[in-house]
């Protein structure tokens, strides 16, 4: 008889307490109940035994809790049901602990990246068994591993680089500092007999006629001197095929001769197919394991031309240009983020028309459900190894933990269609040429093992398939790894130091970093600050302001193109308006220069608790202005007027598969709608093309720059000029006449502009905190009507979405609210 595998959750019964460290005696040699997967975090908040670290000045309130070891236990019984072996499986411990099973010690972690496996055979008993995972402060064991690997230059503070755990856990320029403990992935028994399916190795790739999967299937024996024959079958889409395994593996090749490519979202549908393998000897089935597998192919084009160097991805042979975002974890209590919260957040991606989800260095190794979600949906994904803005030590222990999380986070992340890129580092390698790092260091090892040797060395042998590069940015000649000519780009010096209008200073091939800061939405930030009064410098608003004079920049960015505020509820808005116009901007002149550019890479889509920063996506899931400014400029079809040497030119854009042909009319117009000059010609641009029409000169010539502008348009998309700066011009009041309509779903707002109405927007969010909007950031001519959904499931004071508060415009930044 085959004894069948056995694999029970370990998730239940668990316990938490403080076993050393500076807690509060209200928690001290208390018993707290605990929740598994999950953290500390969690766990005393379940029990109500701290306030919300996300609210006011809580942060510094729980500062003690990453100086504790924390200790968790449960009991679980077992009797032996004849397997041979025994292994407790944990996917993630978070971060440096010791397993006692039953008072044995079982294993000993330092790596919240990575899984962990142990025979536990010896330590099982009948009956009733006591689990025990003991952690270690992660703030104190990062700090000794510090003095004792020598310390290294790094962004911030705790020295993040001498533990194998999330860096932004202990802080970031939009992050909470949390430095929390936990079982943080699920835990289990597993039971089984002769042999387990151990790994599998995929590739997906097109064939002559649909596609080829191969695999390399891994296998472990109970008894590693056990030669008994062994095979492995896979079936994909019908097809079968099998092999023995020899020398630990078993290698197999399926042809699925009717399979349909998967393609990015915008460029085709995304077929997935079960592949499902099965291990087996003379006596049946020993395991069996699933994956879902789409068939494509995935390149970068990093060959030198003229220009320098693109930075150019193509699948199945298709350029795509990246309209892409970074990520960060979208809780920083990474526990709380299920599936249904990531579809949530990835279909809003989506809806911006993004094709493209970087996974920053910073955070996480993102889970299944995060790339299973964008295999589904066609977001392509990025995902940078684990080091972040640091000089990383080469040395033991961390050098073998940084090869097995490699190791183990390849063979995962490489079976998904959806990955097409794995990046070494962010900004490690900008940092050792610019931030003064190889003065400091005095010839101790930063990392550049692990980006130019070790990673690529891993990634050719588990998955050859996919590409890699050794950091972003990176120049793949070797040059400056952040020079626009050459590779990808991160562009900072914008929100640090210069006008948002000095983006069209650079020509870059690639920008893999760039954004700017805004504050989240109205009932984010209130909900989160208690502060009375509310101002821009308040208490609460500072300690949920995490930038390095943020304030300032937010000031300093605002000034040229509008006066700031006096009250706060006019500077929320105009902060966030200048935020979306700032990204806007930058968008739309690196989609003018395709394809010398094929890609933008946005800082940031979402956030980790209620915070300004440069998410389009707060931390209470609520979509700021600048998301809308993202759904605009990465349309398929877009007209923006751009300064050419031979003038003001309307650069057309088109990221779809048919040709788009037609007229196109430039009018130069008084604000009051009055055609000053008129300009109709042809255009054609090939599918995922452009082209590009001079404007004649006397369009293009104003004669009152404060008072005129020019507007581009063609059937599909239109685009603007304007000759002055909101706050140099005679922009005036919005004249609106608003009508509210039931819809379903919500309330249709209906905005009439009596004259010119610039970036019309709605933040129905201080009606109802559950209402949003898919519509914003909308210029409406004199005699035109915006429709704008505002979806909500409870009723609401529909008249309350005409009020000057939530209906919202550039005008009113300018010229003042008559209405």
């Known amino acids: 008889m085959t004894l069948t595998p056995v694999r029970t959750d370990l998730h239940t019964g668990w316990t938490v307490r403080a076993a050393h460290g500076p807690a509060p005696e209200h928690i001290e040699g208390r018993v707290i109940p605990a929740a598994v997967p999950g953290c500390v975090h969690t766990d005393l908040l379940g029990a109500s035994l701290i306030p919300d670290p996300y609210l006011d000045d809580n942060e510094a309130l729980l500062s003690w809790v990453g100086l504790v070891d924390w200790t968790y236990e449960t009991t679980f019984e077992w009797a032996d049901d004849g397997h041979a072996r025994h292994d407790l499986v944990f996917d993630g411990l978070d971060t440096v602990a010791t397993v006692r099973l039953n008072g044995h010690v079982v294993l000993s972690t330092a790596n919240q990246h990575r899984s962990y496996r142990a025979d536990v055979r010896e330590a099982l008993v009948e009956g009733t068994n006591r689990l025990e995972v003991a952690f270690r402060s992660p703030v104190r064991y990062a700090n000794a591993q510090s003095q004792q690997l020598a310390p290294r230059p790094r962004a911030y503070p705790t020295p993040y680089e001498a533990i194998r755990k999330s860096a932004c856990s202990f802080g970031w320029d939009w992050g909470i500092s949390t430095a929390t403990s936990g079982i943080w992935r699920p835990v289990r028994l597993e039971s089984w007999s002769v042999a387990r399916i151990a790994e599998v190795r995929l590739a997906a790739l097109p064939a002559e ?27 994909v889409a019908g097809r079968t095929s099998n092999a023995t395994v020899a020398g630990g593996a078993a290698d197999l090749e399926v042809e699925v001769a009717d399979a349909e490519l998967w393609w990015p979202i915008g460029y085709g549908e995304q077929p997935l197919y079960p592949a499902s393998f099965t291990l087996s000897d003379d006596e049946g089935v020993r395991d069996e394991t699933q994956r879902r597998v789409g068939f494509r192919s995935v390149r970068w084009d990093m060959e030198p031309d003229a220009e320098g160097t693109p930075f150019t991805l193509i699948v199945n042979d298709q350029p795509v240009y990246v309209k892409g975002v970074n990520w960060i974890p979208d809780d920083a209590l990474f526990v709380r983020v299920d599936r249904a919260r990531y579809e949530r957040r990835l279909r809003q991606a989506a809806a911006a028309n993004l094709n493209l989800v970087r996974v920053w260095g910073g955070g996480m190794y993102e889970s299944e459900d995060f790339f299973e979600l964008c295999d589904e949906l066609g977001l392509l994904s990025w995902q940078d190894f684990l080091f972040a803005c640091a000089a990383y030590p080469e040395e033991e222990p961390i050098r073998s933990e940084v090869e097995a999380e490699a190791r183990e986070q390849i063979v995962r992340l490489s079976a998904h269609p959806s990955l097409v890129l794995l990046t070494g580092n962010n900004e490690n390698l900008m940092g050792y040429a610019d931030w003064g790092w190889q003065q400091e260091l005095d010839g101790r090892t930063w990392g550049a093992f692990y980006y130019f040797e070790l990673f690529p060395e891993l990634v050719a042998e588990l998955a050859p398939h996919v590409p890699y590069t050794p950091g972003s940015p990176f120049s793949p000649g070797g040059q400056h790894p952040s020079a626009d000519e050459h590779g990808s780009v991160h562009l900072w010096e914008q929100w640090n130091r210069r006008d948002w209008t000095t983006y069209r200073d650079h020509r870059p091939r690639f920008v893999a970093e760039f954004g700017w800061q805004g504050p989240p939405a109205w009932s984010t930030m209130t909900r989160a600050i208690s502060d009375e009064p509310l101002t821009p410098e308040s208490p609460g608003m500072i300690v949920h302001q995490k930038a390095a004079e943020g304030n300032v920049k937010l000031t300093r960015g605002l000034l040229p193109h509008f006066r700031v505020p006096t009250d706060t509820d006019t500077w929320h808005w105009a902060m966030q308006l200048n935020q979306a116009n700032a990204v806007r901007f930058a968008l739309d002149h690196f989609r003018s220069l395709a394809p010398h550019n094929t890609g933008a890479v946005v800082w940031q889509l979402n956030d980790c608790w209620p915070v300004t920063s440069w998410a389009a996506i707060d931390g209470d899931e609520r979509p700021k202005p600048l998301w809308h400014a993202l759904k605009h400029s990465f349309a398929p079809r877009v007209v923006t007027i751009q300064p050419r040497e031979d003038g003001l030119t309307a650069v057309l854009g088109n990221d779809t598969a048919e040709d788009w042909a037609g007229e196109i009319v430039v009018r130069r117009l008084r604000f009051d709608g009055t055609v000053l000059a008129e300009q109709t010609e ?24 404060a008072s005129e502008l020019i507007v581009a348009s063609t059937t599909d998309a239109r685009g603007f000029w304007f000759f002055a700066e909101p706050r140099d011009s005679q922009l005036p009041a919005a004249d609106l006449a608003v009508e509210t309509v039931a819809a379903d779903g919500g309330t249709e707002v209906r905005v009439t502009a009596r004259n010119l109405v610039r970036d019309l927007a709605l933040q129905p969010d201080k009606v109802d905190p559950d209402a949003s909007t898919e519509d914003g950031l909308i210029t409406l001519l004199p005699g035109e009507t915006a429709t704008l959904l505002v979806r909500h499931a409870q009723p609401i004071d529909s008249a309350s979405l005409a009020s000057s508060r939530v209906l919202r415009t550039a005008n009113e930044l300018v010229a003042g609210v008559v209405r």
């Open 682 to 705: 042809s255009f054609s641009a090939s599918a995922r093309g452009g082209a590009a029409i001079v404007i004649a000169s006397d369009v293009s010539s104003a004669q009152d720059g």
């Open 209 to 235: 006629t649909g596609g080829r999967l191969t695999a390399r299937v891994l296998v472990e024996r109970a008894d590693a001197a056990e030669t008994a024959p062994l095979t492995v079958d896979v079936e």
